[in-house]
């Protein structure tokens, strides 16, 4: 038998492995750390990540799951199941149960031998359970827990390895996750995995590069146990470009061996006895590791000869009971070298053995589903896939209970008799996934099944059944830039009064909101109260959160700050006892709106970050962590801290949130690129945002460019702009009030009285509104004592660039009085905040005035180019030479994070080149 192709020792990776025991060494000082290992199919993460594991000290409980590509589609938590399991390996069952909630565990189903009884309580607590468990477990002794291939990963588990990385803190657990990154397609949802943590100071990132030439000569010789002749190891690695797993299959082949990649793996096994490639197949086709129970019903008999000969040859790998091909390049060459009969006959044996024994519930219906279809038995297919739907629905993994019911939905028309097999109709089935897609955030998908569904189905025979489906429909159309009333209107008049009054109470609170929104406050004030009514009656925490939304929104558009405060914060309590964590952001979210209408915007700031850590506890980081870290950063924007706000903005884009919050973003941070006189910056985010076509925001950046054009100096394109914009629509007070704002300063006076009827008598009694018709009024009949009134409001709403403006405006005014003392010290004041802010064009304009009497301006100080500490690093390390990848790896940070700073470093020296900013940085005494 031919000696096995592997090097038995890791060759290079020194620094890698370093980097890992690092991290390793926080953790025992207490701090957890995630490491995320990424680099292309076969270079070495595993072997890292195992050879880094077998060297720790203290002996860690090390747990292991892998997300795998064939069988796994749909089936969610997979890697973590295997973690789980092993953690009960570890602990035993009596354990287990003792560290289990007394009332039950949303966990129940990934040990069903145990007879756990089941708890709800969503998706937040089953993350909490896991996060406990592994807390717990690392009381005793410190835990590594490693994820393999999350590349691969249903959305499910990508979101709880995210939860763990941001949530075990101070447990002393090292979690490290696998990434082949050949696989990351532009929009693969790893990629988003990867920006996320990527910007964390306790997540290392290792890059797995291609080994030298010097290297693979090494890995040759530790393969031959003696030195290898220097011209095949550069031949080889030539040919393959340093990748060790191509390495070990060239020496395989010999050097000189022709074809591809496939090829050469299996020529690998060629040579292998019968029945070992015939084994080998048979687990390739598993897809997954494969217990030695199953692999016995499938072949039968497996020879234990042939098992042997594939693990001493290094093609398989035992771990306790169960077998895996050693890694996926060689299981995927094996498995599409299969004839498509083979492997049909494999996949049906697989789905017949599984379906046989039925020993893992529900768990093992997606893996089912997936070998039925294989084996071209839809029938099969249809009621394992619509089995693993429910069972995906109740583990709360509900992307992956949308995919699954996809499947249902395409194998349906393919089956004779789909509602025999099923015992259900084509509706109950679109009606799941519509419940799944609002629950997972697919509003496309929702909208489209529940079309589908209302034009299937009997509407007045199921007035009730079709009431759900609109509401969820509007409530999804709106997630997508429409209003969603229709829908909503046609859902309420569905179920009258006494009909079902939870359903009735739930619909009416939507319905509220969504007029709130469209400012039809009339309407909603009707609906809103008819909604509090049935909701006190019903004593339902959830219900009476849901109808105080809205009534605390109608408090703030007339102008009753404290009432409509008072209202979120209750809807925000009653939405967290009844566990609607989504309602509880949402209201935190307008709750911030209202404080910075009342001029209280450090407030809100600490409103928005509170509500972005606990969407990021709850998993809601994409679907309200977004919309908050958005009016975080509009509040950081009005309060002067504006690299702060953009730092806010990047990490939020970097969690690709849903387009309506793109938007959002990208306005604030067009709202400061402008005001510094980026206008080509500015101008490529408007274009971005209006391209989106989400009205709000398109009428926002109308205001946006008119601010620009006054900037500019471009009076004609003000002029246009505001004859547009003063027509278009605008959403709410809050909206209204910096429209007002920018029309104002573009000195269109005419156009006043059209904006200003926007703010009610009421809501211009608030802080900013106030300020804002102070600026206007001034703008409009321009003397000293208006604009110091407008000084004195910019000043108590702590809105540092207004207060520039309305500095720069009264100090224009003295002048044209002839109050010259006066003037100098107003605009000495305007200079000084507005080159804190880097404000540019304003700048130019306190030049000009300034000129007029001769008032010089302060040396720029060496440190006030704006830059935030953390450019101020990146400066400090870039000075060094050091290229992007080393500053990232330097600053344990992620590379589009440090190109983000580099730009910005850039900009704001006016450098150029890199080289050009080092130098200015060394003549500034930037670098002390």
């Known amino acids: 038998m031919p000696s096995p192709v592997i090097s038995p020792v890791l060759v290079g990776r020194t620094a890698e492995l370093a980097a890992i025991e690092a991290a390793y060494g926080q953790v025992r000082a207490g701090e957890s750390t995630t490491v995320l290992v990424t680099g292309e199919a076969g270079i070495g993460k595993s072997r890292l990540v195992s050879t880094a594991t077998g060297r720790l000290t203290a002996e860690p409980l090390v747990l292991r799951g892998g997300c795998l590509e064939l069988g796994s589609g749909g089936t969610p938590w997979l890697p973590f199941v295997a973690v789980m399991r092993e953690l009960r390996r570890a602990w035993g069952p009596e354990r287990l149960r003792a560290e289990l909630p007394a009332d039950g565990t949303a966990l129940a189903d990934w040990w069903p031998e145990l007879g756990l009884t089941r708890a709800d309580g969503g998706q937040v607590r089953l993350f909490e359970e896991v996060l406990t468990l592994l807390g717990r477990a690392a009381r005793d002794q410190p835990v590594v827990l490693v994820i393999e291939d999350l590349q691969w990963a249903d959305m499910s588990s990508r979101e709880l390895f995210a939860y763990l990385a941001r949530n ?204 039925w279809q294989a084996a071209g038995e839809h029938g099969q297919a249809l009621t394992a896939a619509w089995r693993a739907a429910a069972g995906a629905g109740r583990q709360f993994a509900y992307d992956d209970q949308v995919n699954l019911l996809d499947k249902v939905l395409t194998l349906w028309p393919e089956v004779g008799n789909p509602e025999t097999l099923t015992g259900v109709s084509h509706v109950d089935v679109l009606a799941a996934g519509v419940e799944a897609a609002y629950s997972a955030g697919r509003a496309d998908w929702g909208v489209r099944r529940s079309t589908e569904a209302l034009a299937e189905m009997d509407v007045t025979a199921e007035p009730m059944r079709a009431a759900r489906f609109l509401g969820l429909q509007g409530l999804m159309q709106n997630r997508l830039g429409a209003s969603g009333l229709d829908s909503l209107e046609r859902a309420v008049a569905l179920v009258p009064p006494g009909a079902d009054d939870l359903l009735r109470t739930r619909l009416l609170a939507w319905l509220a909101f969504g007029l709130c929104i469209e400012e039809k406050h009339e309407r909603a004030g009707a609906v809103t109260r008819e909604a509090d009514v049935l909701a006190e009656r019903l004593g339902d925490d959830g219900l009476r959160a849901a109808a105080l939304l809205p009534a605390a929104y109608l408090d703030d558009a007339m102008g009753e700050g404290d009432a409509a405060l008072a209202k979120y914060i209750e809807c925000e309590e009653l939405a967290l006892r009844a566990g609607d964590h989504s309602l509880c952001l949402t209201a935190s979210q307008w709750r911030s709106l209202a404080l910075v209408l009342d001029g209280r915007l450090e407030e809100a700031v600490q409103v928005n970050a509170r509500g972005q850590q606990l969407a990021e506890s709850w998993g809601l980081v994409r679907a309200r962590g977004s919309m908050l870290a958005q009016n975080r950063a509009w509040a950081l924007f009005r309060l002067g801290r504006w690299d702060e706000a953009l730092d806010v903005i990047d990490d939020a884009l970097a969690d690709a949130p849903p387009l309506r ?268």
């Open 168 to 371: 075990l803190v101070d447990r002393p657990v090292l979690l490290v996750g696998t990434i082949r990154s050949g696989e990351l397609t532009p929009g693969h949802p790893t990629r988003q995995l990867l920006g996320e943590l990527g910007r964390r100071a306790d997540v290392v990132r290792i890059e797995l590069a291609a080994l030298e030439r010097r290297e693979v000569a090494a890995l040759l010789t530790a393969i031959e146990g003696r030195p290898v002749d220097p011209v095949v190891a550069s031949e080889i690695h030539r040919r393959s470009d340093g990748n060790p797993l191509f390495v070990e299959a060239l020496k395989s082949s010999g050097s000189a061996a022709g074809g591809g990649l496939s090829d050469l793996l299996l020529d690998r096994v060629a040579d292998l006895s019968p029945d070992a490639r015939h084994l080998l197949a048979a687990i390739a086709v598993a897809g997954a590791e494969v217990s030695d129970v199953i692999l016995a019903d499938v072949l039968e008999r497996p020879s234990d000869e042939a098992l042997h000969e594939l693990v001493e040859r290094h093609q398989v790998v035992v771990r306790d009971t169960v077998y895996a091909v050693r890694h996926d390049l060689i299981r995927e060459a094996v498995y599409g070298a299969l004839l498509p009969g083979e492997r049909r006959r494999l996949h049906r044996r697989y789905a017949t053995a599984i379906d046989s024994r039925d020993t893992d519930g529900d768990y093992q219906a997606a893996a089912l589903a997936e070998h």
């Open 661 to 928: 919050y793109v938007a959002a973003l990208q306005q604030v941070a067009a709202e400061i690129a402008v005001r510094r006189g980026c206008f080509e910056d500015a101008k490529r985010l408007i274009d971005d945002t209006v391209a989106s076509e989400f009205q709000p925001f398109a009428t926002m950046m109308m205001a946006v460019r008119l601010t620009m054009a006054t900037l500019q100096g471009d009076a004609a394109t003000a002029k246009q702009l505001v004859e547009r914009a003063v027509g278009l629509p605008l959403w709410n007070t809050y909206d209204a009030t910096w429209f007002l704002l920018a029309v104002a300063q573009a000195g269109a006076g005419s156009a006043l009285p059209s904006a200003q009827k926007y703010l009610t008598p009421a809501t211009s009694r608030r802080a900013t509104p106030a300020a804002v018709l102070c600026s206007a009024e001034a703008a409009e009949h321009s003397s000293a004592e208006r604009w110091r009134r407008a000084v004195d409001a910019w000043r108590q709403v702590g809105d540092r660039y207004e207060l520039a403006v309305a500095l720069t405006e009264l100090g224009r005014s003295e002048l044209a009085e002839r109050n010259e003392w006066s003037a100098r010290e107003t605009l000495a004041e305007a200079r000084v905040v507005a080159t804190e802010l880097s404000a540019e064009p304003l700048l130019a304009r306190i030049g000009v005035l300034a000129d007029r009497i001769g008032l010089r301006a302060d040396p720029r100080p060496a440190r006030a180019f704006g830059l935030t500490a953390r450019e101020l690093e990146v400066l400090q390390v870039l000075a060094q030479g050091l290229s992007n990848a080393e500053i990232a790896r330097k600053l344990f940070v992620s590379g589009n994070t440090v190109a983000t700073h580099v730009a910005r470093v850039l900009r704001k020296l006016g450098a150029a080149s890199r080289t050009e900013a080092s130098a200015i940085a060394h003549r500034e005494g930037l670098l002390n």
